[in-house]
DNA sequence: GAGTGGTCTAGACCACTCG
DNA sequence: GAGTGGTCTAGACCACTCG
């Protein structure tokens, strides 16, 4: 039985459906579950399966795409992860109804984005200095016990115009390296990726009117336009790192785009 | 060699992964190849397999999980899918460097964030009209032929004070229903989300200074920080509508959180 | 009770790509 | 050439949940 869809029969609508399939499969060479997949996926989209439709059930899909029920299966389980279709035991698979929205974003790497604007980088560290985490420090590192923090305040340019501002703090528990790391050089992020290189993050954006100290230190107006960036990264052992960072208005676009994954709830 | 995980043998490394992966299974009714990935994710956040480690190949998986071929694969292709694991044929599968930050972020229903904010929401339409698409529109709305577009401006309030503005375009071609809509009581984007219901977005997400008429829709001062939100809809037959949302600074907060999904590349 | 999905197995053939 | 992953099958047992 490999090789079964090249025996696809020539007449009604479910042997319509297999040469269609057939031919994408010669032409891009995907396999059977990816194009039941774009197959499923394509009618969810062009509404012939609207949301609330209970799609057909697992042992109908298999005759209607010749295949094994796991390939069926396969296909199903990558549009539910898509958030395309839920699935109730007993109850059948139907199609979601979407809720708000959601996508992908992408969190530039500073380096990156201000040399892809076209413009040279240039990092420059500001200020250095290590203290105890306050109740502050603490409740949004998220820490669970009191711990010495370093914190390294930095500007980082695109050709002569300041692109962002940016105050870190490095929990020294987790990371007790980073004392000994000459950040004047270094700016903390590219150090932290790869000294701590599996790691999660959560983000916050918002725009806020700059004040007067960090104007005056991004050489901009009091009251200025920012895009201000809250990101808390942490591993295993907790919050490894907190950073604020702030960019001149219009200076950065963020992109986000269609996220399938995560897309009902 | 069902239920095989009851009979894991009390000696040895292997026996005793095996024992801690039956426990987790007893308490969390987890299934196998979940237990395996979430073991394998752990070693990975945990750095004993390090970015650029080679795993051991399926067939010394299977052994240490005492399972088949195709349950250690089913967890493999889900780290993979999560850009945790990097597989190539005959070469073996190597836990990825990972590059930048990718994030899940959720946008929001401006209506629903409002009312989260414990304020009372108000919509109000302030001009609505129908015109030719301009070469500019057709730009930003990636419109290959022209079209006549709806045009509806709003401002969306939390209590008295104003949340966003908005100027949306729609696709008449692509919504000819748009045309005879009330949207004076109905916001385009609730009309659109219940009569649209699958579709794929693209947004743009920075910081600006307010221009002086917008600036005066939302009594806010000519100079105000905003953070402006563009948004392009689309679905199988193209473009459905681009909006463009302009938030008080500090009205609005996007959180975006760490996304398995497309961390690689 | 019975329909439906969730998971797992043992085995197979194959494609890719490293060396 | 040979190691490794990619995919698919046919069948099995089971859990859930609808009615």
Redesign the pocket.
């Known amino acids: ?2 090789l ?1 869809y090249v025996s696809f029969g020539t007449y009604g609508f479910e042997a319509t459906r297999g040469q269609l399939l057939f031919k994408a499969q010669t032409n891009e ?1 995907t ?4 194009r039941i997949r774009t197959d499923i996926e394509r009618r969810i989209l062009a509404n012939e399966w609207p949301p609330g439709f209970r ?1 057909p ?3 109908e899909l298999m005759q209607e795409y ?6 069926v ?2 296909a ?2 990558g549009l ?1 992860a898509a958030g395309f279709l839920d ?7 139907f199609v979601v109804y979407p809720s708000g929205h959601h996508a992908s974003l992408v969190i530039p790497d500073i380096r990156k984005a201000v040399l892809e604007s076209g413009f040279p980088y240039q990092y420059r560290m500001l200020g250095r200095s290590e203290r105890d985490g306050t109740a502050e420090d603490r409740e949004r590192m998220k820490l669970t016990a009191s711990s010495p923090l370093l914190e390294v305040a930095s500007l980082h340019y695109a050709g002569t115009n300041c692109f962002a501002y940016e105050i870190r703090q490095i929990c020294l528990t987790a990371s007790p390296e980073a004392a000994q790391i000459d950040f004047t050089r270094v700016p903390p992020s590219v150090w932290l990726l790869t000294h701590v290189p599996w790691s999660n993050a959560e983000h916050h954006i918002d725009a806020v009117a700059l004040e007067e100290d960090v104007a005056g230190k991004m050489g901009l107006l009091p009251g200025a336009a920012s895009l201000k960036l809250r990101r808390r990264t942490w591993a295993e052992k907790g919050t490894i790192t907190y950073a604020e960072q702030y960019f001149a208005a219009r200076s950065l676009t963020l992109h986000a785009s269609f996220l399938l994954q995560a897309r009902n709830g």
């Not at 010749?66 to 390939?71: A, E, I, V």
Request: proline letters at 0%; one cysteine or more; aromatic letters at 4%.
């Open positions: 039985m490999y079964h060479k396999s059977l579950h990816q799609i059930i697992e042992q010749r295949c094994s029920r796991m390939t299966n396969k199903l389980s539910v699935r109730r035991k007993k109850a059948g698979t």
